[in-house]
């Protein structure tokens, strides 16, 4: 369906703030891959499993939404338009960050290495090996499937083609790693298979899952008990697989609480049709609370990008009372990040939202 016939979905802009929020209280509960093991690891533990939808749902509103871009735009618009808008981004943040770390070591953490080689060059090194600011690796990863979007989107109306793509996808990208991980099979046994590189991509998956879950399966009674199941079962499993493989292990495996564990991608597929119930009452909503959410959703892009100087910030400058707080409630960090990063991200948004309107008024 075309973006001219296909009206605004709510529950994705709903979607994206959750998503967002996600990402911000992952990043706050990173106490989990320290050695201890007590009550704040768990705290720490559980908001992992909670949170750890955040990317696959954010790859999964991209497919949702430019699986069909052929019915609103050539290849040459949609390459102008995603990978350039998520390249400038990238280049952004990554300059920013680059430049607050280089310029103020000492008031964030872990900023003292890129302090003593600061200078261009190590700057191109930095944005080429993702080493500025880590967790930019998911716009590396969607200006890759971006590349292969034109591909992808001649499966958009085969539904039969997509189930095949996704049916491959979970079995390459998710369940061989598993049973290697588990070691129920040799890694060399799936060595081979992993070297296919649409179908053992997770990235690829989480794309082609988003549209075959908005386009191709209808919102039945059926559905929405799947979904609620999957959307409680899922986080509590994942929780309770990386406590027995952790509890006596100073090394913390990051695997059964994981974006790439085949658990992540059951509550990912979820979430995102629980949510999508609420579209029905989300339309019913006034034109300034719709304003609002669209608004909310427009900002996620820069809490995404820049959050984690002020994490980094956080850890450097606050007091020592508020940083044993923190490691006991870390969800009381997120709530502060997200709002300290996401008051001035929400004010732009509102300001380019209507200098939008404006122009197109003017167009008019």
Known sequence: ???????????????????????????????????????????????????????PVFMMLSGANLMGYRTRYTTREFFRKRVLRVGVALLVGSAACYLAYGLFPDSFWGARDIARDFSPRAFAHGLLGNTINDTYWFFYAIIGVYCVTPLLSLAADRP??????????????????????AHLVRPEDVSAVQGWPLLANTSVFY???????????????????????????????????????????????SYPVNAFFPLAATYAAGLFCVVRMLEPRLRALG????????????????????????INWIGARVASGLSACFAKHPLYEAAMVFVLVGVPSVAYAAVRRAAKRRSHGAVR
């Open 1 to 55: 369906m075309g973006a001219s016939a296909r009206s605004r979905l709510y529950f994705e802009d709903v979607l994206n703030v959750l998503s967002c929020f996600a990402v911000v209280a992952l990043h706050c509960s990173l106490g989990v891959f320290g050695p201890d093991r007590g009550h704040e690891w768990n705290i720490a533990l559980a908001q992992q499993a909670a949170f750890i939808f955040a990317v």
């Open 160 to 181: 039969r083609l997509l189930r095949g793509l996704l049916a491959g996808g979970f079995l390459l990208a998710f369940v061989a790693p598993t049973l290697s991980w």
């Open 207 to 253: 794309f082609l899952l988003g549209h075959y879950l908005s386009g191709h399966v209808p919102d039945t009674r059926a559905v929405r008990v799947a979904a609620v199941v999957a959307t409680l079962a899922s986080p509590a499993l994942m929780y309770a697989i990386g406590h027995a493989v952790n509890v006596s292990s100073p090394t913390y495996d």
């Open 287 to 310: 034109g300034r609370a719709k304003g609002a959410l669209v608004t909310l959703s427009s900002a996620s892009l820069y809490v995404y990008l820049f959050h984690i100087p002020v």
